[in-house]
């Protein structure tokens, strides 16, 4: 294979999706449940660990229905992102109970993948703020949008590229670069902030609490959620039936 000489201008990579990968767990039922428990049964307790945790889906039910909270923050999750960086401004919102780290234009060269849209984005905004909808955009608006993010996104990173030649600081020469720039970073949260998190980020038919997060995070929200039911299928599925509001 040979090598792309340095000089050779680096061609931008579009993209639409995001991606969410499990990268580490320490999450179960179980974890629920010794952690109410020992409120009544001290050091026995323990056996929960070893107790198949569906003899107990009431007792998760209850805590997540009259929202005793802290007995679903005994977990760990961890996943690695990738998005555009306007995702990740949205998601250090959520502080309590979260830990981020997130690749650096400092001390890395950032790479030219860019977000764009597909079809299926609506892009057109009704209504007022506090209430408007967000309607299906036509061809020529998808076309227009498409074209201007793909030569704003070029333009931008052909001057990033320039003033790196030019021997500039990598932290200086990435303020010309864009939010649809795609970052990643690892993201560590327990059930109880993961469960605020998409109770915000998340449109769910089941949700008591109406929310309207933008579409781009969601998606992130969606895969989190996948993964997450798969750890803790009885609790996810206590939350949605609890109208999906953290406890």
């Known amino acids: 294979m ?57 007792l998760i039910n209850y805590l997540m229905r009259d929202r005793h909270g802290s007995p679903f923050e005994h977990n760990s999750m961890t996943f ?4 555009p960086i306007f995702v990740f401004r949205e998601f250090m919102r959520h502080r309590v109970g979260w830990s981020y780290n ?22 057109v905004q009704q209504g007022r703020p506090g209430k408007y ?31 790196l030649a030019d021997g500039v600081a990598r932290e200086v020469a990435r303020s010309v670069l864009p939010v649809g720039l795609y970052s990643s970073m690892y993201a560590t949260c327990n059930a109880r902030s993961l469960m605020h998190f998409l109770g915000l980020r998340t449109q769910h038919e089941l949700a008591k609490v ?12 969606e895969k989190m959620e996948e993964q997450w039911a798969r750890l803790m299928p009885l609790t996810h599925a206590a939350f949605n039936a609890n109208g999906r509001v953290a406890p």
């Open 102 to 123: 997130e690749e650096s234009g400092r001390y890395r060269e950032l790479q030219p993948v860019f977000y764009v849209p597909d079809a299926s984005r609506k892009l």
């Open 133 to 163: 909808v967000f309607v299906e955009g036509t061809e020529d608006q998808h076309r227009t949008v498409t074209e201007a993010m793909e030569e704003s996104y070029v333009q931008a990173y052909e001057a990033y590229q320039r003033m």
């Open 210 to 221: 109406p929310s309207f997060p933008q579409r781009e995070i969601e998606m992130v929200g």
């Open 80 to 83: 690695f992102i990738s998005a």
């Open 2 to 58: 040979t090598d792309t000489p340095a000089d050779t201008p680096k061609k931008p990579d579009f993209r639409s999706d995001v991606t969410v990968d499990l990268v580490r767990s320490a999450a179960g039922d179980s974890d629920v449940l010794w952690a109410a428990r020992v409120s009544t049964a001290g050091e026995q307790s323990l056996e929960e660990l070893t107790k198949d945790p569906e003899r107990s889906r009431g």
